[in-house]
Nanobody, 123 residues
Framework: EVQLVESGGGSVQAGGSLKLSCEVS????????MAWYRQAPGTERELVSN???????YYAGSVEGRFTISQDNRMNRMYLLMNSLKPDVTGVYYC????????WGRGRTDDYWGQGTQVTVSS
């Protein structure tokens, strides 16, 4: 069974920092495109950052320069370092994985999600 478990969320004042972790079990992160999503109250879930299997990285414009995504395939973990936090990034942060495999000679893609961790930034 594949599981993604987020940790590291919390409450912080504007300008502070947090580091989120996503621990993955049941599948190798090296076979997955890993991502962080955020869902603020009353809004749809949105992509914050992702890292592809070849190391390509994407950041949403609102966080570029302040957030850093990283992945440790040896530990099967992904991280999101969030600096210079602002109240507008408050929400539940979800770890996600799109994992690629071959089954009976055919390519297969499976998506997995964690339960989320709350991040609250106060002004």
């Amino acid at each position: 069974e594949v599981q993604l478990v987020e940790s590291g969320g919390g409450s912080v004042q504007a300008g502070g920092s947090l580091k989120l972790s996503c621990e993955v079990s049941g599948i190798a992160t090296s076979t997955c495109k890993m991502a962080w999503y955020r869902q603020a109250p009353g809004t749809e879930r949105e992509l914050v950052s992702n890292i592809s299997t070849n190391g390509d990285i994407y950041y949403a414009g609102s966080v570029e320069g302040r957030f850093t995504i990283s992945q440790d395939n040896r530990m099967n973990r992904m991280y999101l370092l969030m600096n210079s936090l602002k109240p507008d990034v408050t929400g539940v942060y979800y770890c996600a994985a799109r994992c690629y495999s071959w089954v009976w000679g055919r390519g297969r893609t499976d998506d997995y999600w964690g339960q989320g961790t709350q991040v609250t930034v106060s002004s």
